[in-house]
């Protein structure tokens, strides 16, 4: 997030296309392009997840973190999707939100917020998760970066050191592990990345006191003792 929005503020730079609805693809024109035989096997399994109508299935309350606790966060902060094989998964975004954990499970759950993380981290490292994976949320500011990426938020404050607590740190770097595991996403600087980071945002998030360098060999560390 950033230091200027407040509490879980992605609201000025959600989603452009949010009010087209989850398949912004016109059939025809797929179909044409299918039938110019343009596009690569990898590119038609995608447009096909993308027609109206064709969705995977899934269960109300399921998580894809062991142990994180479900808080749905409102529909109206994220765009259904079915990734990633509609939209591959290459990106870890690291937020921290300009308040609680409880203030940041309110305003994702209020609609008119209209941006929310899949996770939230809290302090003493427990995760809720917002939005399933497979869903494209409202969260970096950036269209093409909320369809490749999984959003992570911490609780606390991006001008205070004290708000990143080892248990938050190891807590994250257990749930960015897993999901690089999923995707096959290279733990680096390049694949997970910061708020501030994201191209066309004016948010600073998470600040100067995150400590890339732990967080990263955490990551790695999490990643291998998983394997």
């Not at 003493?124 to 992570?152: C, K, P, T, W």
């Not at 680096?188 to 967080?215: K, L, Q």
Request: charged share 30%; hydrophobic share 35%.
């Amino acid at each position: 997030m950033g230091e200027q929005q407040g509490p879980g503020s992605h609201r000025a730079q959600k989603d452009t296309d949010r009010h087209l609805g989850r398949r912004a693809l016109i059939i025809g024109g797929a179909a044409a392009a299918v039938g110019s035989a343009a596009l690569a096997r990898d590119e038609l399994g995608s447009l096909w997840w993308r027609v109206p109508g064709v969705e995977k299935d899934r269960t109300d309350g399921e998580v894809d973190f062991r142990g994180a606790q479900w808080v749905a966060a409102s529909s109206a902060n994220r765009r259904r999707a079915d990734r990633p094989d509609d939209y591959r998964i290459d990106r870890v975004v690291i937020h921290v939100a300009q308040g609680s954990y409880a203030t940041v499970l309110k305003v994702f759950r209020d609609p008119g917020h209209q941006a929310a993380s899949h996770y939230v981290v809290r302090k003493d490292g427990h995760i809720a998760q917002m939005i399933r994976e497979l869903d494209v949320a409202f969260h970096a500011g950036n269209r093409a970066y909320n369809e490749r990426s999984v959003g992570i938020e911490h609780e606390g404050f991006v001008d205070r050191a004290s708000s990143f607590t080892d248990a938050m740190y190891r807590a994250s770097a257990r749930l960015t592990a897993a999901i690089c595991t999923r995707y096959d996403i290279p733990v680096d600087r390049e694949h997970i990345i910061g708020h501030v980071e994201v191209p066309g945002t004016d948010h600073t998030d998470p600040g100067p006191h995150w400590d890339w360098d732990r967080y990263i060999r955490l990551v790695r560390e999490a990643r291998t003792a998983s394997a």
